[in-house]
């Protein structure tokens, strides 16, 4: 759980400003003067230990413990709700998040609408566009923030009048967004190869070398990149983390955002690489932009240096001529944290432009979780904590899994979020903390117990569904952590995962996941517990089968010396994906 305070002082006049620093001072004394000391040395010894504060300009952050970071996390320099969220104009509309399944069931769930509002306003004066590009400006929906979505909507050729709200015009604005990422889907799957293994026949892949401060020196600040905790232990084993004995081979504490520097070590090793440029398809450049911006989490610096890095990098690649040759359309870029903490607006100092640069809208784009409306965007899995060497390795997960007595109809490893209004956690624990135990089981994340791989493995390898609400964003690495599992994920919103992974998670989500939609619990009209009791044993048991012997092997990452005949994991199902679309390309 993380709390902030983020505020900003007013200018009073000295005379006001002296009576409050008077009051407020007599009020806090009177106060103190009746707590006894002992109490109040243990009070402040909790508060010390427990949080940090961080001064910026006049924003007080204050950070408090949280999983996401392994400890301390502060919400107000986090990825936290009022994001401004770019999405593309259709036809002079306004194309506003939405929800849908198949996707044609949440199309016709009652409550399906109701994450996608949207308002567009006209700029009374826009500013010259000199790029083709439509620009659109919006908060992201419910699942992000209290504050639903607002845009500033306007193109090169017009402006579009301000929507006047009604539910008429807000269903037809849901119903062009819906299309629009159901096109973008379609056109991500049909790059996938018709073969599990592809040939490297004509498909090389280079991969840039860099200086080392684009990749390697990032890794050498782990030790400063939080000010609580030593973040290089998630380095080890080539960004692996430490084993994890208790759970077998293969097993290690891997940090969510430690996908750029997995994906590295991968590639260098991949059949299609080739040294000379000349004989290349595909372009990689191992930049770790996710690390450059977690480094600058809790430092209080100007936006011009968190952005100095991706400026120089861009100036490197500038001199390339693979890169200028087809402007960076073959190049590919693996970032390690989701596509928002790329896309910094004016009004916030929250993240970096790197995916904002006019030279970064032609290249890939692989993070953890997509734009939904950028088509370069690919959203590829979060690293879950089993890395395995061998076909033989997944083979014995699969039929561990299969073979484990599940005691729990239902599970949900998470924390509540008070600070956000929206926010539907609150709801599932109480619905879930209210039943039998056999029923559901829930994991405080804020008691620290999700910190600890085990727990939560062990939780969903007992449990037959994972309830998986929305956080402080919309995916969530527990869908991955519970699927690998065999725990049938129940998601609350489209975007935790049918707008996200079109090479790794199938169009038809009812084969591996439950929907329920998150208008319905915020309004109380659905016990989710209730609703899952009604799926019978042998439906579980189909559902289970798919996700262990269909969709496991492409949901992990194997180490760096991995040797798959049989399956294909993660990795190679994207760089098998990335060289069929550039072969289309040619």
């Known amino acids: 759980m993380a709390v902030s305070i983020n505020r900003r002082k007013s200018k009073p006049s000295k005379k006001a400003e002296t009576n409050g620093h008077c009051s407020c001072a007599t009020f806090l004394f009177k106060i103190l003067s009746r707590i006894p000391l002992g109490i109040l040395l243990l009070i402040l010894v909790y508060l010390w230990s427990s949080s940090t504060t961080i001064i910026s300009g006049k924003i007080v952050h204050i950070c408090v413990s949280s999983r996401k970071l392994s400890n301390l996390y502060c919400l107000s320099a986090g990825t936290q709700p009022n994001f401004e969220i770019p999405v593309p104009l259709i036809n002079n509309s306004f194309t506003s998040p939405g929800?849908?399944?198949t996707i044609k069931d949440i199309d016709a769930s009652p409550g399906s609408n109701s994450s996608v509002t949207a308002y567009v306003k006209a700029a009374s004066t826009p500013e010259p566009i000199t790029d083709s590009k439509e620009i659109a400006n919006a908060l992201s929906s419910s699942t992000i923030g209290n504050i639903k979505e607002v845009a500033n909507v306007f193109t090169k050729d017009s402006i579009p009048a301000v929507i006047d709200g009604t539910d008429k015009n807000r269903n037809e604005e849901i119903a062009?967004?819906?299309k629009a990422v159901k096109e973008q889907l379609q056109l991500h799957r049909s790059w996938m190869p018709n073969t599990n293994h592809a040939s490297c026949d004509g498909r090389g892949v280079y991969v840039y070398d860099l200086p080392s401060k684009f990749n390697k020196d990032l890794i050498g600040q782990c030790g400063d990149m939080m000010p609580w905790t030593d973040f290089c232990k998630y380095f080890n084993n080539e960004a692996l983390g430490e084993p994890?004995?208790?759970?077998?081979?293969?097993?290690?504490?891997?940090?969510?955002?430690?996908?750029?520097?997995?994906?590295?070590?991968?590639i260098l090793s991949h059949p299609c690489r080739v040294?000379?440029?000349s004989e290349a398809k595909l372009f990689y450049v191992p930049y770790y932009g996710g690390l450059d911006i977690l480094r600058w989490h809790f430092k209080n610096v100007?936006?011009?240096?968190?952005?100095a890095l991706a400026m120089d990098l861009m100036k490197w690649l500038e001199h390339r001529r693979p890169w200028v040759q087809n402007s960076g359309t073959d190049h590919v870029f693996v970032l390690g944290k989701i596509?928002?903490?790329?896309?910094?607006?004016n009004y916030t100092s929250w993240g970096t432009r790197f995916l904002e640069l006019e030279q970064m809208q032609n290249p890939?784009?692989?993070l953890i979780e997509r734009q939904p409306w950028e088509v370069n965007d690919i959203a590829i899995p979060h690293p879950t904590f089993f890395h395995p060497h061998s076909d033989d390795d997944i083979v014995a997960w699969q039929q561990k899994i299969i073979g484990t007595t599940r005691k729990n109809l239902v599970s949900f490893a998470g924390a509540a979020?008070?600070?956000q209004p929206e926010s539907i956690r609150s709801t599932l624990i109480n619905q879930c903390t209210s039943t039998s135990s056999d029923k559901c089981q829930f994991l405080d994340c804020k008691s620290g117990g999700c910190n600890q791989p085990e727990s939560v493995t062990k939780l969903f390898l007992e449990s037959e569904f994972c309830l998986q609400p929305p956080g402080d964003s919309p995916t969530r690495k527990s869908v991955f952590d519970s699927l690998v599992s065999g725990c049938i994920p129940v998601l609350f919103d489209p975007f935790t995962a049918y707008y996200q992974y079109p090479w790794h998670l199938p169009e038809d989500h009812g084969k591996y996941s439950v929907f329920i939609d998150q208008e319905e619990v915020r309004q109380m009209k659905v016990n989710v517990v209730g609703r899952l009791s009604s799926i019978s044993a042998r439906e579980r048991d189909d559902m289970r089968r798919y996700i262990v012997y269909e969709l496991l092997p492409g949901l992990v990452y194997g180490d760096s010396s991995c040797r798959f005949q049989k399956f294909q994991d993660a990795f190679s199902i994207t760089v098998n994906t990335l060289l069929e679309r550039v072969s289309k390309m040619q």
């Open 99 to 101: 929800s849908t399944s």
């Open 176 to 178: 062009i967004a819906k």
């Open 244 to 266: 994890i004995a208790n759970l077998g081979k293969g097993w290690y504490h891997t940090h969510q955002y430690s996908l750029e520097p997995i994906f590295h070590s991968r």
């Open 275 to 277: 040294y000379n440029e």
């Open 302 to 307: 100007s936006d011009d240096v968190k952005d």
């Open 339 to 345: 596509s928002w903490d790329f896309r910094r607006k």
């Open 364 to 366: 890939i784009k692989l």
């Open 417 to 419: 979020r008070p600070d």
